[in-house]
C-alpha cells in the first residue's frame, strides 16, 4: 500500500510563501502531482511532475508556483510564492501508475492565506 504524507501547511499573509512537502513510501509514479480544494469548490489540479521530468501547473500558479522532488528521499515539494487568498484551500498529494489517472491520495495539509 503506497502512503503519501503531507506536511508545511499553515496560516500566512497574502504575498507570503509556504513549502508543502509530501512524503511517499515510493517514488515511482508515471505522475506525482498537487490538488487542492477551497471551501464550497470541486478539487482542482495545482500541478503535476511526470516520468519524463515534464512538469505542468494550472494557469490560476504558473510562475508563483513550482514543483520539485528528492528520489532519494522519496518526497514531493510544493514551493509557493506570492500567495493569494485565492490560493487558500486543502492542499493533496497525489500520485498516478499513469499519466491520466490518480491512484493515489494523501490526506491533506491545510493552507490558509489572508488578506
Known amino acids: 500500500q503506497v502512503q503519501l504524507v503531507e506536511s508545511g501547511g499553515g496560516s500566512v499573509q497574502a504575498g507570503e510563501s509556504l513549502k508543502l512537502s509530501c512524503a511517499a513510501s515510493r517514488s515511482t509514479f508515471t505522475r506525482w502531482g498537487w490538488f487542492r480544494q477551497a471551501p464550497g469548490k470541486e478539487r482542482e489540479a495545482v500541478g503535476s511532475i511526470y516520468s519524463g521530468g515534464t512538469i505542468l501547473y494550472a494557469v490560476s500558479v504558473r510562475g508563483r508556483f513550482t514543483i520539485s522532488k528528492d528520489s532519494a528521499k522519496n518526497t514531493l515539494y510544493l514551493q509557493m510564492n506570492s500567495l493569494k487568498p485565492e490560493d487558500t484551500g486543502m492542499y493533496y498529494c497525489?500520485?498516478?501508475?499513469?499519466?491520466?489517472?490518480?491512484?493515489?491520495w494523501g490526506q491533506g495539509t491545510q493552507v490558509t492565506v489572508s488578506s
Open positions: 497525489a500520485a498516478g501508475l499513469s499519466s491520466a489517472e490518480i491512484d493515489y
